[in-house]
């Protein structure tokens, strides 16, 4: 299964958009989506290595996007991880 993780903070209007997208394309795909506040105690190495670059969201253990979450080329991605997988 797709394992996709979202980092983010309170009060990040970037990450507002992101993660409306990452919703609506899980009711899509069924991808896990966990979400990570950089901010948060036990999270000082997400902070330090994200803290000006939120949102970021990793796609099966690998970084797919900073700041803007666009839906399109996630969706693209989403749909050939389908198909691997599918094919296996």
């Known amino acids: ?5 979202f980092y ?3 009060g990040c209007r970037l ?12 009711s899509r795909y069924g991808f896990t989506l966990e979400r990570v506040d950089i901010a948060s ?4 190495k997400a902070y330090n290595l994200y803290c000006h670059d939120i ?5 099966n253990g690998s970084e797919f996007c900073r700041h803007r979450v666009n839906e399109r080329a996630l ?6 991880l389908a198909q691997g997988i599918e094919n296996t």
Do not use: I, N
């Open 55 to 59: 949102p970021v969201v990793y796609v």
């Open 75 to 80: 969706r693209e991605h989403l749909d050939v």
């Open 8 to 10: 983010t903070k309170a």
């Open 15 to 26: 990450c507002e958009s992101a993660w409306f997208v990452l919703k609506k394309l899980q």
């Open 41 to 44: 105690p036990g999270q000082e």
């Open 1 to 5: 299964m797709t394992r996709v993780t």
